[in-house]
């Protein structure tokens, strides 16, 4: 009976996925005939000159979403291992209650203090707004970190206490344990961490929106401003439903939902491979 439950329960989320995605794709399809098929996968936005090019968002949301990742995982790697063994005992469960609290923090929140508190830092530190590209990175690298040590968390500790006694036995400190047997055994969940967090990254539309400046460009440097497809969904959705404009906006869901679904089956594949090896 659980079986079945179970099976109808994937089946259902299958089947919904392909539903999302063949909504978008037949609200995309009157932008994927002659001309407008060329507008649509340029490098420049321009609704009132017919040209709606979605590269910019692509490049943009690609860059914020990396960018943060390379930032959030190997600090929440280390923020994990300070806490499974490599920091004070005495710190642990404190380092855990904050990480737990950042989770309930809503995500405007953490937008509304970097535009009070980092933009203007950049701002007179650097050239430029503040609000660029390197504003949004460092704190879509706040609200993703959470996400990753929490999936680290518990994997680690499911290790850690198969193996604790083992490593105590064999004379092994507890850093000798986390680099020589956590960490090797741990990549189901580190590629878990990073999918997931990556999702997170690329699917977040408040940080992007307040910070990134949401200019429709490929970004040359940190200090540039960028605009990524979430946020120019919030921004142009409001726009007359009927007008090509508006179309776009199912083309710029269609390839978001495209590379999040890539990137997870590319991770998949290299935790499969990992595992024929194994």
């Not at 090797?184 to 961490?193: E, F």
């Not at 929106?209 to 401003?225: C, E, F, K, R, V």
């Not at 605009?227 to 007008?243: E, G």
Request: charged share 10%; glycine share 10%; aromatic share 8%.
């Amino acid at each position: 009976m659980v079986a079945r439950l179970l099976f109808c329960a994937a089946a259902l989320s299958g089947l919904s996925v392909l539903a999302i995605f063949g909504f978008l794709l037949w609200f995309s399809l009157p932008l994927f005939q002659g001309d407008m098929l060329m507008s649509l996968f340029s490098w420049h936005w321009r609704p009132t000159e017919g040209v709606f090019g979605i590269l910019p968002m692509v490049a943009g949301s690609l860059c914020l979403a990396i960018s943060s990742m390379v930032i959030a995982f190997p600090v929440g790697v280390g923020l994990c291992g300070f806490i499974h063994g490599i920091g004070p005992a005495r710190l642990a469960k404190p380092l855990m209650g904050m990480v737990r609290f950042m989770t309930s923090i809503p995500t405007v929140v953490y937008g509304l203090v970097s535009a009070f508190l980092l933009v203007p830092f950049l701002r007179n530190g650097f050239s430029g707004s503040g609000f660029s590209w390197l504003a949004a990175l460092l704190t879509l690298a706040l609200l993703v970190l959470p996400t990753v040590v929490l999936i680290l968390d518990n994997q680690f500790r499911l290790l850690h206490e198969e193996m604790h006694l083992g490593a105590m036995a064999l004379g092994l400190s507890p850093v000798q344990q986390f680099l020589r047997l956590t960490l090797p055994l741990s990549r189901h969940g580190l590629l878990m961490a990073m999918a997931l967090g990556f999702g997170r990254a690329i699917g977040d539309t408040m940080i992007s929106l307040m910070l990134a400046g949401n200019a429709p460009q490929l970004p040359h440097s940190l200090l540039d401003s960028i605009r990524t497809l979430t946020a120019h969904i919030a921004l142009v959705i409001a726009t007359d439903s009927q007008s090509m404009t508006y179309a776009s906006l199912f083309a710029c869901g269609l390839m978001l939902a495209t590379v999040s679904v890539l990137v997870n089956l590319a991770l998949y594949r290299l935790r499969r491979g990992h595992g024929r090896q194994v």
